[in-house]
T-cell receptor
Framework: AQTVTQSQPEMSVQEAETVTLSCTYD???????LFWYKQPPSRQMILVIR??????QNATENRFSVNFQKAAKSFSLKISDSQLGDAAMYFC????????????????FGQGTILTVHP | GAVVSQHPSWVICKSGTSVKIECRSL??????MFWYRQFPKQSLMLMAT?????????EQGVEKDKFLINHASLTLSTLTVTSAHPEDSSFYIC???????????FGPGTRLTVT
């Protein structure tokens, strides 16, 4: 079974600064998806960024980028130019691409990191 | 885009009663839906996977007879909490896959309070 670990329960950053959230995972699969989700106080889950394991290039979405280290099974999220609206709980998640497996389509979430942005 | 709705957004019920939560995909057909439970400041815990026209697959430790899931159509899945108790109070979130795509679309969640 896959596991996802976020070792930072809480992080804080000053507005306009950069912050990195850590995530490690464990899997025996070679192909999979990794995601970062944001859950603001409204509790609506919002997809921030995704990474396909077969792609070596790190994904980027505007101010959000990842550092994907497949061999190390590490998947960190960097938020640049932090804004007050970035304050939320962030979840790292894993999804298998194995269509024939019982885990197909399921997301395995990390414990979450609460990000506070100071003005 | 793809929108998933949940109803109700907040429900209060008395201990021993049952409550039903609906999850709908509004603009796409969802062959697979997922139900999660989340406690405050904690992660999402997958309860079950719901496939249209077949029985739900429950995660280990989730009581099938207590959390009844019905995926009656390609746009509707329901979660019924039977004989609810205060410990069932939680935030319940559903999500849906759109075809074979990688993304899961999440509903806004339902807050259940059992008194």
């Amino acid at each position: 079974a896959q596991t996802v670990t976020q070792s930072q329960p809480e992080m804080s950053v000053q507005e306009a600064e950069t912050v990195t959230l850590s995530c490690t995972y464990d899997t025996s699969e070679s192909d999979y998806y990794l995601f970062w989700y944001k859950q603001p106080p409204s509790r609506q889950m919002i997809l921030v960024i995704r990474q396909e394991a077969y792609k070596q290039q790190n994904a980027t979405e505007n101010r959000f980028s990842v550092n994907f280290q497949k061999a190390a099974k590490s998947f960190s999220l960097k938020i640049s130019d932090s804004q007050l609206g970035d304050a939320a709980m962030y979840f790292c998640a894993y999804r298998s691409t194995n269509a024939g497996g019982t885990s197909y389509g399921k997301l395995t979430f990390g414990q979450g990191t609460i990000l506070t942005v100071h003005p | 885009g793809a929108v998933v709705s949940q109803h109700p957004s907040w429900v209060i019920c008395k201990s021993g009663t049952s409550v039903k939560i609906e999850c709908r995909s509004l603009d796409f057909q969802a062959t697979t839906m997922f139900w999660y439970r989340q406690f405050p400041k904690q992660s999402l815990m997958l309860m079950a996977t719901s496939n249209e026209g077949s029985k739900a697959t429950y995660e280990q430790g989730v009581e099938k007879d207590k959390f009844l899931i019905n995926h009656a159509s390609l746009t509707l899945s329901t979660l019924t909490v039977t004989s609810a108790h205060p410990e069932d109070s939680s935030f319940y979130i559903c999500s849906a896959n759109k075809g074979q795509g990688y993304e899961q679309y999440f509903g806004p969640g339902t807050r259940l309070t059992v008194t």
